[in-house]
């Protein structure tokens, strides 16, 4: 890579030294205290805790990660991939149930995009059934619904990487909302925008397997004059996941299963077991599901037909929601809508932020320079 920076690529150093130069570099500005890194397929994620008083007490700093794209010929695909991801997220940034980025730091010229760490993610929650109740799960599936409907309206078609692992959330409890009223518990943010509209912008389809609508399997290029409805399949099983403890309606629990690991059934690594499934015209949900809130059968199961038209608009989705909840508790539905309203009136006057609109504009810089 020749960047325009002379210094010696951080990816050219062996790993304990890099891990040591970017924890230094991330506790320095800001007086905190580096762990990490955590990876992801794309990213690694390191996490520095700061004195109390301060705020944020806790970020998360963000890079393409080095085992994959740590070298001169992939350094270029790895630092487009950052800057598509806070690119999209920047566009968006003011929706409150979104989770932004605020600030970008170099260090040895690969990029880090800072966002305030969640107290933890949708998969969290769904492997620990005793942390929430049915309403906090009506609850946590509106406000993403609502992220997507919202940055839709601001021109992202698809964020095409929905799984609960890329959901965050932070405790409100925590923050000393009292836990006695009717409503949100879990604040909800939609994270990892990483491969937002890749079918648009890059021709890729894929997102993860288990969430994937059969025309993500294809690698053809996709009607681009229709809006995609890779979302609306990818709640459906979300859904399904949050009302059953973490089971996949192909009929095992997904966690089990996927990301895949050796001891794990080779079915599990095929690609064809999830695109046949995605594919099937006619899907059930395994009998055993009376645990479904009245009205989420019909809905998942329409969220998940192969035909894309057949499947719910956003808005179809989150008022079949909204139903459901009034019909479960009234009391949280209407608690709810008040809480949705001041969260989406507080953020409606953030429509400027200059300091991230030149960040990223330093990236975009960057990334040009980088051949
Ligand atoms: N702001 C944050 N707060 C809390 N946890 C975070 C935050 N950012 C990242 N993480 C953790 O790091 C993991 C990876 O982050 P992210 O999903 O952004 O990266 P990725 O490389 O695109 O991941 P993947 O391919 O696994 O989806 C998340 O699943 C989450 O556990
Ligand atoms: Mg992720």
């Known amino acids: 890579m020749k960047s325009n920076m002379s210094i010696k690529p951080l990816y050219e150093f062996d790993q304990e030294k890099r891990q040591q130069i970017v924890r230094r570099h991330l506790e320095e500005p800001r007086g905190g ?7 992801g397929a794309y990213g690694e994620v390191y996490s520095v805790t700061f004195p109390t008083g301060t705020s944020p007490r806790r970020i998360a700093a963000k890079c393409p990660r080095i085992k994959r794209f740590g ?49 933890g993610s949708l ?63 879990f604040h909800m943010l939609v994270a990892d925008f990483g491969l937002a509209d890749a079918f648009r912008d890059f021709g890729r389809n894929s997102g993860s397997r288990p969430y994937m609508a059969p025309e993500q399997f294809s690698s053809e290029p996709l009607d681009l004059a229709v809006l995609p409805k890779f979302d609306a399949f990818a709640l459906g099983v979300i859904a399904y996941e949050i009302f059953t403890d973490g089971r996949h309606p192909i009929g095992v629990t997904t966690a089990e299963v996927w990301p895949w690991r050796p ?46 038209n057949a499947r719910p608009t ?56 980088v051949v």
Do not use: C
Request: no cysteine.
């Open 71 to 119: 070298s001169s010929e992939k350094a270029r695909v790895g630092i487009e991939q950052a800057l598509h991801e806070l690119e999209k997220t920047h566009q968006v940034f003011m929706i409150p149930w979104i989770n932004r980025f605020f600030d970008v730091q170099f260090i040895h010229g690969w990029p880090f995009i800072l966002s305030r760490y969640r107290d």
């Open 33 to 39: 205290e580096a762990t990490g890194p955590i990876e």
């Open 123 to 185: 998969e969290d929650l769904i492997a620990n059934p005793l942390a929430w109740s049915v309403q906090d799960r009506f609850t946590s599936l509106i406000q993403v619904i609502r992220a997507l409907r919202m940055a839709q309206e601001r021109g992202i078609g698809s964020h095409q990487d929905l799984k609960p692992g890329n959901i965050f959330f932070d405790d409100l409890n925590r923050k000393g909302v009292p836990k006695t009223s009717d409503g949100m518990h």
């Open 314 to 369: 956003l808005k179809d989705f989150e008022e079949q929601l909204w139903e459901a909840l009034t019909r479960f508790d009234h009391s949280t539905s209407t608690g709810l809508r008040k809480q949705v309203d001041w969260f989406e009136g507080q953020s409606s006057s953030e429509a400027d932020w200059p300091h991230m609109d030149q960040r990223l504009m330093q990236l975009r810089t960057f990334y040009s320079g």
């Open 263 to 308: 001891g794990t059934g080779q079915k599990w690594n095929r690609e064809s077991t999830w695109r046949d499934w995605a594919q099937a015209s006619r899907k059930s949900l395994p009998a055993n599901v009376n645990v479904l809130p009245t009205g989420m059968r019909a809905l998942i199961l329409d969220a998940l037909s192969s035909d894309p």
